[in-house]
């Protein structure tokens, strides 16, 4: 009895033995779970949902229609922008034929006043020279009318060079006017890029009114029917990529010889029979209680020492068995060979 007694203790401490020796090489928690990516479906323009086009859990691929919104309004806003667009077109094509004309006509009518300048001042030349012969003939030899008929013409032929010089001056700043020509061209051809970016953004509207997948991914948290009204930012909906991982939060002294790419064997509380096989990606440079709302200031008040949890980010290599749905923060425990 007691030779039993001392086999069953020697037994017993054997496989304490080799328990220990064996668990020292590995590190595990039940504080982890299941996380992955869950992109939130929101639409980009307002209006009536008139198309639903799919169901709870449903998986998608990307580029699939969710949702359609209702396009009337969308439709009209786009053919008022295209009749935005022509008419600026048709008013910048008129403007850009004016500005071809300046370019001709100004240039033109300078050389054209210059030579009614010269002119004026041709007939003053030889006014003036005739005033000058009727005062130098004797009274005999000319008449008070002729003296005077000499006089007027020298007044009116002053007069015509007083007003083809202000003719000169008035077509003179021939570059300032085709500038001037030239500047409207500018400003609508302003007008047409900003009626061109209205018809782009009428374009882009009617896009939005057909919500797609941006993944591949299972519909979660569809909160939207046909005939609701939806805004812009308005969450309507998840999806959950089909790339998962755990999230292990281990503690601080569980950490001394973890690192990158370590093996790792988890459990899933959820199908006691699935066993993953992954490897440790990264650790979080920070505890959880960090990132808190209100973090801990441990150099106010009275200090109590807490043994903090770190993230671990593990990546599942194989072991997902497509017919268990995997959902996000399912429990798991992770245990991870450190040596």
Do not use: C
Request: charged content about 20%; aromatic content about 6%.
């Amino acid at each position: 009895m007691l030779i039993a007694l001392v086999l069953l203790l020697a037994g017993l401490a054997y496989v304490g033995y080799t328990y220990w020796v064996a668990s020292a090489n590995y590190e595990s928690t039940d504080d982890a779970y299941i996380d992955g990516r869950a992109v939130i479906i929101a639409p980009r323009i307002s209006g009536a949902v008139v198309s639903l086009d799919v169901s709870d859990n449903q998986f998608v691929h990307k580029g699939d229609p969710l949702i359609h919104i209702d396009p009337r309004q969308y439709l009209i806003d786009r053919e008022s922008a295209e009749a935005s667009l022509k008419t600026a077109k048709g008013q910048l094509a008129a403007y850009k034929y004016l500005a071809d004309v300046a370019r001709k006509n100004f240039p033109a009518a300078f050389l054209l006043a210059q030579a009614q300048l010269a002119s004026a001042n041709a007939n003053l030349i030889n006014a003036k020279a005739d005033y000058k012969r009727q005062m130098a003939l004797p009274g005999r030899a000319t008449t008070q009318q002729d003296i005077d008929t000499a006089t007027a013409k020298w007044r009116q032929a002053e007069a015509q060079v007083q007003q083809a010089e202000a003719q000169v001056q008035e077509a003179e700043p021939v570059k300032q006017r085709i500038g001037q020509a030239d500047s409207q061209v500018s400003q609508i051809t302003g007008q047409v890029g900003q009626a061109q970016a209205k018809v782009d953004q009428a374009n882009l509207n009617l896009l939005f009114t057909i919500v797609r997948a941006p993944q591949d991914g299972w519909v979660t948290k569809r909160n939207v029917e046909v005939g609701d009204y939806v805004t812009p930012g308005q969450q309507i909906m998840s999806l959950v990529a089909p790339e998962l991982w755990v999230i292990a939060n281990f503690k601080e002294t569980e950490l001394t010889d973890m690192r990158p790419g370590q093996r790792a064997t988890i459990s899933v509380d959820a199908y006691p029979s699935l066993r993953l096989v992954g490897h440790v990606d990264s650790i979080q440079r920070g505890t959880g209680a960090k990132f808190t709302a209100f973090p801990p200031e441990n150099a106010t008040g009275n200090f109590v020492k807490i043994v903090q949890r770190v993230p671990v980010k593990i990546v599942i290599d194989k072991g997902l068995d497509p017919r268990h749905a995997m959902p996000l923060g399912l429990s798991v425990g992770p245990r991870v060979k450190v040596q």
